[in-house]
Structure formats: structure tokens, C-alpha cells
């Protein structure tokens, strides 16, 4: 997994940096094949807005914008976004593949 962390207008410190790539690593518990994740935190006229883009191999890219006047509620804010949208694909991937038709033959006999 391919991991891009900016920032422009905003000073990054290494402890809001390992927080951002904790989460990251966190995402993989859903068993998505997550290839690249994209963090770009920019200084907005009324606070600091964070975008997380991350591309999923055979599916559309999550793309969660979220805005706030601290980084740090706006950073959880949008782990938080990331998570739960992560988590409804992975249950959707889950519930789509079911049991096999073969499964199905030997049940009934």
C-alpha cells in the first residue's frame, strides 16, 4: 500500500504525521485491496480542510473531504468518514459473495 501524506499551508508535526499513518494501517483490518491513500491537508479561510483518497483495486476510489477549524478534530473527523465507508464496502464485498452454487448442489443432497 502506497501511502501520500501533504500538506500545504499547515505545518505537520511527526506525532499528527504517525497518527495519520496509524489510522492508515488500521485500514487494512477490512481486507480491501487498498493500493494507494492519498492525505492532503490544506489551510482553508475558516480552518483546515483534510481529504482522504483512497483507491481500492476492482472498485471506485473513497474520496472523504472534511473540514473544521483544529486539524486534529478535522483529521479524526475524516479517519472516522474513512472508516465507516471502508467498513460498508467491506460488507458489501462480504454479503456479495455468499456460497457457491457447488455448496449449494451438496446441501441439497
Not at 9 to 21: G, M, Y
Not at 38 to 55: P, R, T, W
Not at 70 to 76: G, Q, R, S, Y
Not at 88 to 107: C, F, N, P, W, Y
Request: no cysteine.
Amino acid at each position: 500500500m502506497n501511502v501520500q501524506i501533504h500538506a500545504k499551508d499547515v505545518t505537520l508535526h511527526a506525532n499528527t504525521r504517525s497518527h495519520i499513518e496509524v489510522a492508515i494501517e488500521a485500514f487494512k483490518k477490512y481486507s480491501l485491496d487498498i493500493t494507494t491513500v492519498n492525505v492532503n491537508l490544506k489551510k482553508e479561510k475558516n480552518g483546515v480542510s483534510v481529504e482522504f483518497d483512497i483507491h481500492i483495486a476492482h472498485a471506485q476510489p473513497v474520496v472523504i473531504n472534511q473540514g473544521d477549524e483544529d486539524l486534529d478534530t478535522a483529521i479524526d473527523l475524516a479517519i472516522d468518514r474513512a472508516t465507516k465507508a471502508l467498513r460498508r464496502l467491506h460488507d458489501k464485498v462480504i454479503s456479495h459473495q455468499g456460497a457457491s452454487i457447488k455448496d449449494m448442489e451438496t446441501a441439497e443432497v
